[in-house]
């Protein structure tokens, strides 16, 4: 059985790979994902097709290069926590954007059953902003 860092690990690789079906391997069908208000794809999202649909495939479909680059990740056991940056061009504006960023994975039994992102979301405004 992988460890809780281990499958957290293994969400960044498969997402540096674009890999959805790799990324929503160890979430459990009833995760609540919360991007964090102000953000492009902000609100609470329960279950993996759900979170797929409404952050994945957004942000694929908005933002030219988006990626996030991890930095450390720190091991709580069931809680894990992801540093890093944002990155990418969002396609109406042509703008670039680059935002620091927390994620907080709770893990159980071997399942993401929720996860928070924490980032500075006028940054991501700014380069939303045709102004």
Not at 28 to 49: D, I, K, L
Not at 101 to 111: D, I
Request: some cysteine; charged content about 20%; proline content about 2%.
């Amino acid at each position: 059985m992988m460890s809780n860092l281990d499958i957290v690990r293994a969400h960044y690789a498969a997402s540096a790979q674009g890999n959805i079906d790799a990324m929503m391997a160890h979430v459990s069908p009833q995760v609540r994902w919360t991007e964090m208000a102000g953000f492009p794809c902000a609100g609470t999202w329960v279950g993996p097709q759900a979170v797929a649909e409404n952050v994945f495939a957004v942000l694929g479909r908005d933002w030219v290069g988006y990626r996030f680059e991890l930095q450390s990740l720190i091991d709580g056991g069931e809680h894990i926590v992801g540093m890093g940056s944002y990155h990418g061009t969002y396609r109406a504006t042509g703008k670039d954007m680059q935002a620091r960023v927390a994620h907080v994975w709770h893990l159980r039994e071997g399942k993401v059953v929720a996860f928070e992102q924490f980032t500075d979301t006028l940054l991501v405004r700014q380069a939303m902003s045709s102004e």
